[in-house]
């Protein structure tokens, strides 16, 4: 019997997809829609900054807010709100906004950012994203919970704010955190969180939710009883394998190009910032990997809707998995075509896991 799955669409809205910036955010949001009619759990949006053909959303929270008033009943995500960059403040206003306009469907998504490129226009340090990340999910949690919150931080302090409107959901929404590397597993494990991973080898997923369940297990004295690892995965569906490849393979070559060095320095002699030494040796094998070895690693999730079913079906077994983050832009280049594509998944391959 195959285990039971969730499903949700990531969205990350990259601008050479469409002829504006005004027609892609109207695609994202029709396909939020339709994902929503499909049957599918879940939306997600990316934050990622200064680079218009790789995403369009600097601001994931406005793309939810937007989904909110277009959906009743689908979860709304933020993969993930980029924690150092932004004040906690602001932070926690906008997420139980965020909350209260969905009536209790925000999954609050966090993470400490993967590239120099994005931080430098901002002034603050990459080398300090995990400390400022720790200190915010802090005091944006006393935000969430406290009366009157009074906080003298490393990087922030706060004097006497009253959050107005507190979250739709006592006591604050659901924590989900971007976590690779052991130390940032950790502590999501200890904390409870569910950890997404994005464009990882399920081989490598596997060792990454040992590691999050023994934390987790150490911490709380039982298994997981939530979604567990979430993966990120490039999908794409047609009639056959020979057929997916043949529409799919052009558009996932030249995305994966791009994405492998997204984070990458300009000189080859450049040193791991401080924090980021693991992600500079996944950064490095990223740069390595070709077509042929995405689908084969199960990065990218292409072929028929028996081959995905046999292949997602084994991914749960290695890793345990409960929940699916669907990309379903990387390898579809129209608006019509990932609209097929998801119809297409969300009836010949999702109902095979529920």
Not at 44 to 73: Q, V, Y
Not at 120 to 125: H, L, R
Not at 159 to 172: D, S, V
Request: aromatic share 12%; hydrophobic share 40%.
């Amino acid at each position: 019997m195959r285990r039971k799955l969730q499903f949700g669409v990531f969205f990350i809205a990259p601008g050479r997809y469409s002829s504006s910036v005004a027609q892609t955010y109207r695609e994202v949001l029709e396909e939020v829609a339709w994902a929503e009619e499909l049957g599918f759990d879940s939306v997600w949006f990316a934050e990622h900054h200064f680079d218009p053909h790789f995403c369009l959303t600097p601001s994931p929270n406005l793309m939810a807010a937007a989904a909110a008033t277009a959906t009743r009943r689908i979860h709304i995500g933020l993969a993930v709100n980029v924690l150092p960059l932004h004040h906690p403040l602001r932070l926690a206003e906008e997420g139980a906004m965020l909350d209260q306009l969905s009536q209790g469907r925000l999954l609050w998504g966090i993470g400490r950012g993967i590239s120099r490129k994005e931080f430098d226009p901002w002034q603050v340090p990459l080398g300090e994203s995990a400390e400022r990340t720790h200190e915010a999910h802090d005091l944006i949690l006393q935000l969430w919970q406290q009366e009157e919150v009074h906080f003298e931080g490393q990087f922030w302090t706060v004097k006497g704010a009253r959050l107005t409107p507190r979250p739709y959901r006592a006591p604050h929404p659901p924590i989900w955190s971007v976590a690779t590397s052991p130390p940032s597993v950790r502590w999501a494990a200890e904390r409870g969180y569910p950890i997404m991973q994005v464009a990882r080898p399920v081989s490598a997923m596997a060792e990454s939710w040992q590691l999050y369940r023994s934390y987790y297990l150490e911490t709380h004295g039982h298994p997981p009883e939530h979604e567990g690892l979430v993966p990120l995965r490039y999908l794409f569906v047609a009639e056959s394998d020979a057929e997916a490849r043949r529409l799919a393979e052009p558009h996932m070559s030249e995305f994966w190009q791009r994405f492998s060095r997204i984070d990458a320095p300009d000189r080859d002699d450049v040193k791991p910032e401080r924090g980021y030494e693991f992600a500079f040796q996944n950064r490095r094998l990223r740069q390595s990997l070709g077509y042929d070895d995405l689908v084969r690693e199960g990065i990218a999730l292409i072929g028929s809707p028996k081959s995905l079913v046999e292949t997602i079906a084994a991914h749960a077994e290695a890793t345990e998995m409960r929940y699916l983050l669907c990309d379903f832009w990387r390898a579809s280049l129209s608006h019509e075509d990932r609209r097929q594509v998801m119809r297409r998944f969300a009836e010949e391959v999702m109902p095979h896991f529920q």
